[in-house]
């Protein structure tokens, strides 16, 4: 009661109260702060000093925004194939999905298996570490890389986007994999092993079942993003498809409305693929 | 009665200095019901673990059916298992399969690998799991999934998935832990039921020291690692207690003591 009366008193004190709004109100001031501010002033100072000093070669500013936007809006308002036809358009996208489809199902193939000797619930952790040290390093070189670094054995083209891609495509899995494998409960595979199962017994009993829809999700999001990777390996590595079509509306024909037309067909098949994925995954997830 | 387990100077070391066994020796005849009791971190699981080699003991001669199990190779040890049912306090179970996947999956010890890797089961075995669940009530789940299930009922499909091995012996380890009271009748009197009328010895891991003395023929306490009292129940007394529960004992007294009364 006595320490109560005390801490009323106190607060009744204006000076007191004062200093603890201060003490409130005020932000500490230590490095850490220091450095964000110094980061900040030195990133408005660069880009101060960056449009100060650009060689624009005598290009208005303003009126090249104003050029830019023009052409963006006959991209995508005055769309129209002019070197190639609807039907080339439509069998150009399928070959970039089927050079999507093909590096998910090889990827998707491998992983699983690499997955399952991934996944620490599942092996010794020893292979376990090696395999995902492994797959992170193939991981973190980009997709387009990989397919150059195979290009030099096979050559420009379509087995290089294959390989590379499909290289990808197993380091991401088998991170996704053998990470939803590790989801399962230790206690479920150690009442399987003690029935007297095997551990491939297990695997496709317990451990399979028990995360399909985490397989089945990641593999289609693998699949969204190869398609992706497909249409830039088209002009980056001619491996053929719409993307191939693409560079050459672009870089050799110059003709923007061809490209609005492509960047449509891509969106319109984006879309589908998303609308189908969406579907199975609801048909699963019961 | 013939022996079916015997343990003789068992121990399990963790490390350098964990002991969680030390020299442990019991038997049990077949068709008994046995309790182990302790407190916490006495060794019970290990001990049971032992059993069926999920745990390896460290020192000592396990026998099953007169056969050392400490020197079994791949092989051996697979047939084993495939003869010990085990029950688990969390059944353990594969949740996105039906009831009646998850029982067969007490088969698989008995496949070789191809036909459990495709799940390939027999008329018969399907005939003797569907059997099993119609004595424990659960012939209306036989097709829902396990996550839709209580955990009562989750865990008489781990007791079916362990009776469909055909097993010489039965290990539980806390199997009433995470159930309800009514639940845990249940299930204990299907446990004493498999004891009584199929002749299957059960070893059972228990917390609750009335339930123990209620339901077993022979009791073993363990704490710290050794067995301190083995015995029928009604040797059990409040000295008993005291020497397997320590200073945890006053509650299970309390049990005890209500037990008498009532």
Known sequence: MKSLEGLTTIHDKDAERERIDARLKAKPFNK???VIRLTLLGLILLTVYGFATFDYKEIDFFNAILSALDTVKTMFFLPRLSHITF????TQVSITLALAFLTTLFGGIIALFLGLLAARNLTNPRLSAVIKAGVSFIRAVPTVLWVLIFAIAAGLGSVAAVIGMTFHSISYLV???SESFEELDDGVIEALKSSGASWWQIVFQAVIPSSATYLISW???RFEINFAVAVAMGAAAGAGGIGYDMFMASSFYYDVREIGMITYFILAFAVILEVIASRIKKKIRV | ??????FKQVSKQYG???????????TVKQ????SIIGPSGAGKSTLLRCINRMIDASGGEIMFEDSNIMGLNKR????????IGMVFQHYNLVDRLSVIENVLHGRLGYKSTLEGVLGLYSKEEKRRAYTILKTLGLEEQIYKRCDQLSGGQKQRVGIARALVQDPKMLLCDEPIASLDPNASIIIMNHLRDICTTMGITVIVNLHQVEVALKYSDRILGVNKGSVIYDGPPAGIKREQLTRIYGSEIEEHIGELEKQHAG
Do not use: C, I, P
Not at chain 2, 76 to 83: F, I
């Open chain 1, 32 to 34: 850490q702060s220091l």
């Open chain 1, 87 to 90: 039907l080339d358009a439509l």
């Open chain 1, 175 to 177: 991170k996704a994999y």
């Open chain 1, 219 to 221: 593999t289609f999001m």
């Open chain 2, 1 to 6: 009665m013939t022996t079916l387990l015997e």
């Open chain 2, 16 to 26: 350098a200095d964990t002991r969680a066994l030390s020299n442990v020796n019991f």
């Open chain 2, 31 to 34: 068709g008994e019901f046995v």
């Open chain 2, 76 to 83: 051996g040890l697979k047939q084993l298992r495939s003869q």
